[in-house]
């Protein structure tokens, strides 16, 4: 008896203990992320976020910076890590870090504009003026706003799905500035602004770089919201062996990572669970080693398995009830405010953008908007945010501008082809001439045959713009005899080819318009003068070459062109169309008797893949002369190769330049093209016409082709432009000839 009091206190106490246990286990430890910057090697968060997502471990708040903020971000919304490993593997980053606008974001003339020049440089005040970074982040703005659009209405990042800040940099100041609130996109945008290669972010009219400038792995900041364990991801570069300072921009780096790596020194002694991936192999811009980087994440996260597995707290159904974001395919705009603006006005911005109120329109389309904008290279910065609009469904889009001051430009060009041979180009460029939406442009074309080409366009879009064209071109070259002389000169002289001079002027005035997003339609007048003399055939005197033409033409023309082409040399999907028509109505000087006539002509193409590495472009041409047919000068004359052949010469490989005239032609060309390596291309080419006399009016347009080419090529994608070197042969001449061409043709 005397022993059941102590027995039923053992057991009271025992029950308490028990309970009081219980109690101990169900307070959770408060789990921070740290994750830190360092550009391409930042991917391996990736990698550690797989892991920590498979072993249920649940994180309560995200810090970041850099790298590790847009990452941080990306998961602090909803994102797993399976999702971001899949989300990397696709994205393009040569678009991103180069902000690559797509081709057809560009107005025509920006497009002819910005696809023959090497180089542009700013200038104004005689000085040259260079851009803040390499990129505007336009890319990297929209396909990070697109992810997080399903969370945008968050301002307070600590009412994200898991709680996140980020760290930016005052530029001003050099002091670190805590972003925790306001726009998402912007403030990782801002965080992530690498010096030199992301123009900064202006939030709250404070300038903002790259917050791994002035701390890289905020783990005091993040110990502070009360984490108990704090989990980080180092992922910043170690100090170079003198070996490996081969360069200024290396020594540059080691001086910038003395700070940070001493400051890991302590920081990673304060991390609960500290993970250091294994890539020092890896340089910051290494973003097409995706996978590998992800890879070495994982495998880093793996050897802390043990100490993970006990911060373990969610079942595999718990995570799968974690809100998880889905990129939106289509939004809905209500209104439209812009700051900033003082010479380029709403219209003319809603203009670019072609977006209506209250529309719902595709995210892609939406992003082509931008884009748009973006492209006329008017606004040095064009910040913007979507805001949802209160009690209705959909967005106000707010957008900060900032007009580029710099209207003047100075670019430069070189060229090398089997035509004009060897050729430097000089342009002078500039905006705002005479009025707010106008633009001059001069090309200098030095060289073995010197060149000029003038435009001038007062742009008004979807509106006549005005625009008024002069160019003068010269070459000398063996042509064929048939583009100078008729057959009964032919039999009387015995010529078969004439070295010739020819000297062209082409002077136009025109109206234009655009409609439906990528046609253009003009319409104006042109003045020709052209002159052809020969030293194979003596004038009067035989000092003299003898004058074939020598004639000013005065004619009406029009054009309609469709360009959707990806890429101007090598397309792997579009379609093209252009079409010209050209009415003569009066010649001066070298024609006695002149008979007005018209020449028609059309180009049509269709580029399209069958996988990333192979596309075809299939591309057919054919034009024809109508009334009076006496002047043969202006006829078709196929051969050769090229991008920006004068007057009605038609490039056509197996054949030399101007080999194959007549007033008509029909022509077929495809092309292959497999990129073995990136912007390294093997070609192969076939092309088939007919060209002849009045082939429309015989039927001879429809029979089998009188003349075949084929061609292998090897070409490479430089800063100058395409690299090329094409082989080709003619079963009718049973003979081959090669083609060269350097740079981008002009």
Not at 564 to 574: I, L, S, V
Request: with cysteine.
């Amino acid at each position: 008896m005397k022993l059941k009091p102590i027995i039923l206190t053992l057991i009271l106490l025992a029950s308490f203990s028990v309970q009081a246990q219980n109690e101990t286990e169900n307070i959770k430890p408060k789990i921070g992320l740290v994750l830190s910057g360092g550009g391409a090697k930042g991917l391996a968060h990736v990698g550690v976020l797989k892991v920590i997502d498979s072993l249920g471990v649940k994180v309560d708040y995200i810090a970041g910076a850099s790298m590790g903020a847009i990452i941080g971000a990306l998961y602090a919304s909803g994102y797993s890590g399976k999702e971001l490993d899949s989300i990397f593997q696709l994205v393009d980053f040569d678009n991103i870090i180069n902000d690559d606008l797509p081709r057809a974001s560009k107005a025509f003339y920006e497009r002819d504009n910005s696809e023959k020049y090497a180089v542009t440089l700013p200038f104004n005040d005689f000085k040259i003026k260079l851009p803040s970074a390499l990129s505007r982040g336009n890319v990297a703005y929209g396909l990070i706003l697109k992810l997080l659009l399903p969370v945008n209405h968050i301002n307070d990042f600590s009412n994200l799905p898991i709680p996140f800040f980020c760290i930016a940099t005052n530029v001003e100041t050099g002091q670190q500035v805590i972003l925790d609130s306001g726009n998402l996109t912007q403030s990782i945008m801002a965080s992530g602004a690498l010096p030199s290669l992301f123009q900064p972010v202006i939030i709250d009219d404070e300038i903002l770089i790259d917050g791994g400038v002035v701390n890289n792995y905020p783990i005091d900041e993040l110990r502070d919201k009360g984490m108990d364990v704090i989990i980080g991801v180092d992922v910043q570069d170690g100090l170079a062996k003198r070996e490996e300072l081969v360069s200024a921009p290396e020594v540059l780096m080691q001086i910038n990572n003395f700070r940070t790596i001493n400051a890991m020194k302590l920081k990673s002694k304060q991390t609960d669970v500290y993970i250091k991936p294994n890539i020092k192999d890896y340089n910051v811009v290494a973003f097409d080693k995706v996978g590998n980087i992800i890879e070495e994440g994982r495998e880093s996260a793996l050897s802390k398995l043990n100490v993970l597995r006990t911060l373990a707290s969610c079942s595999d159904d718990e995570m799968e009830d974690v809100f998880h974001p889905k990129p939106m395919d289509s939004i809905k705009i209500n209104n439209f405010e812009f700051k900033g603006n003082k010479n380029y006005t709403r219209a003319y911005i809603l203009g670019k953008l072609k977006l209506k109120s209250d529309e719902k329109i595709s995210y892609k389309d939406f992003n082509e908007g931008i884009y748009n904008v973006v492209a006329t290279n008017n606004f040095d910065a064009f910040q913007y945010q979507l805001k949802q609009t209160e009690g209705k469904e959909g967005y106000d889009f707010m957008a900060n501008v900032k007009e580029s001051q710099v209207n003047t430009f100075l670019k430069l060009g070189i060229h090398y082809d089997d035509l004009y041979k060897t050729s430097a180009l000089l342009n002078l460029t500039k905006k705002r001439v005479f009025f707010k939406n106008d633009v001059g442009s001069l090309d200098i074309i030095l060289g073995d045959n010197v060149r000029y080409n003038f435009e001038y366009l007062i742009d008004k879009g979807f509106y006549w713009s005005i625009g008024l064209r002069s160019r003068y071109n010269q070459f000398n070259k063996g042509i064929s005899a048939q583009l100078l002389l008729d057959d009964d000169q032919i039999a009387a002289t015995g010529l078969r080819n004439l070295d010739v001079k020819l000297e062209d002027q082409t002077n136009q005035f025109y109206l234009q318009t655009l409609f439906r997003r990528d046609f253009s339609l003009g319409m104006g007048v042109e003045h020709k003068r052209l002159e052809i003399k020969s030293e194979t055939i003596s004038g009067t005197n035989p000092n003299d070459n003898f004058l074939f033409e020598n004639t000013d033409y005065l004619s009406l023309f029009g054009n309609l062109k469709l360009d959707t082409y990806d890429d101007k040399y090598f397309p792997k999907r579009g379609v093209y169309f252009n079409g010209d028509l050209n009415i003569y109505l009066y010649a001066s000087g070298f024609i006695d008797d002149f008979k007005d006539f018209s020449i028609a002509k059309a180009d049509m193409g269709y580029a399209f893949s069958v996988s990333d590495k192979l596309s075809f472009n299939l591309q057919t041409s054919g034009g024809f002369k109508l009334g009076d047919k006496s002047t043969r000068t202006l006829d078709f004359a196929l051969g050769g190769y090229g991008a920006n052949l004068i007057n009605n010469f038609v490039p056509f490989l197996g054949y030399d330049f101007i080999t194959l005239t007549g007033n008509s032609y029909v022509k077929s060309w495809a092309i292959a093209d497999y990129e073995i390596f990136k912007k390294h291309h093997i070609t192969l080419e076939g092309n088939w016409a007919n060209v002849e006399d009045n082939i429309f009016d015989s039927g001879e347009w429809f029979t089998l082709p009188d003349y075949r080419g084929y061609a292998l090529g090897y070409a490479i994608e430089t800063f100058l432009g395409p690299v090329q070197a094409k082989y080709s042969y003619s079963p009718e001449r049973g003979e081959s000839k090669w083609f060269f061409n350097l740079g981008f043709w002009f």
